[in-house]
């Protein structure tokens, strides 16, 4: 698949990139991308929630009344978990969700997801960027020019540049990644996806 490359003013160089069709054609595999999605938003999770058990709550083990006789129900120290301020029964514990994925279902799913965005045409291929000095303007301009102004889009480069990655910080609904970064869910959660010309070889 040839896609021209468009220079940062929106306009074709009149130059061509082949697309790998055993990354950006290939028959998508739905299963595939949605394992990947959930191993990323559970690898996420920070996993830190806790709560205090009886055995952790500050406060003294004293038997607060006779075991029988007083009519009423029977019941231990100030701990207990039926008291106000008590500890509590089956509380969250700090634990890892991450979930591990073979890497040949998470490349299958990457170039899914690929593959989906070419076949939408939402794949942008532009002539590398260099910005002297963090521009935030300027990048608006290129996603004007683009017609992805307002749009969510992930720009994926080869090298990180730190001044064009500075002009699109302050940009809602644009990022920027390394192409060694790419994965399923950035992918998938962007409404187009401009990658940089040098960094096309990389996706593999």
């Given at each position: ?15 061509q990139?082949e ?10 595999n ?16 920070q ?16 038997k ?51 593959t989906?965005?070419?076949?939408s ?24 020019k ?58 593999v």
């Amino acid at each position: 698949m040839k896609v021209d490359v468009l220079s940062a003013d929106g306009n074709a160089t009149g130059k061509q990139v082949e697309l790998n069709d055993d990354v950006f054609g290939i028959t998508p595999n739905d299963h595939c991308i949605y394992l990947a999605v959930k191993q990323y938003r559970a690898n996420q999770r920070q996993g830190t929630h806790k709560s205090k058990e009886r055995s952790e709550i500050a406060g003294s083990r004293k038997k607060l009344k006779k075991q029988k006789g007083s009519g009423a129900a029977r019941f231990g120290d100030i701990k207990n978990p039926i008291f106000r301020g008590g500890g509590r029964v089956f509380g969250p514990k700090p634990r890892d969700y991450g979930i591990k994925l073979n890497k040949k279902v998470k490349k299958l799913a990457r170039n899914s997801a690929l593959t989906y965005k070419a076949q939408s045409q939402n794949v942008f291929i532009i002539e590398d960027l260099k910005f002297d000095a963090p521009k935030t303007k300027k990048f608006v301009e290129i996603l004007k020019k683009l017609e992805l102004d307002g749009k969510k889009t992930l720009l994926v480069t080869k090298d990180i540049d730190k001044n064009v990655r500075l002009s699109m910080q302050n940009i809602n609904r644009a990022s920027s990644m390394n192409v060694n970064s790419l994965n399923t869910y950035d992918i998938l959660n962007a409404n187009a996806l401009i990658i940089a010309e040098s960094a096309v070889a990389d996706i593999v």
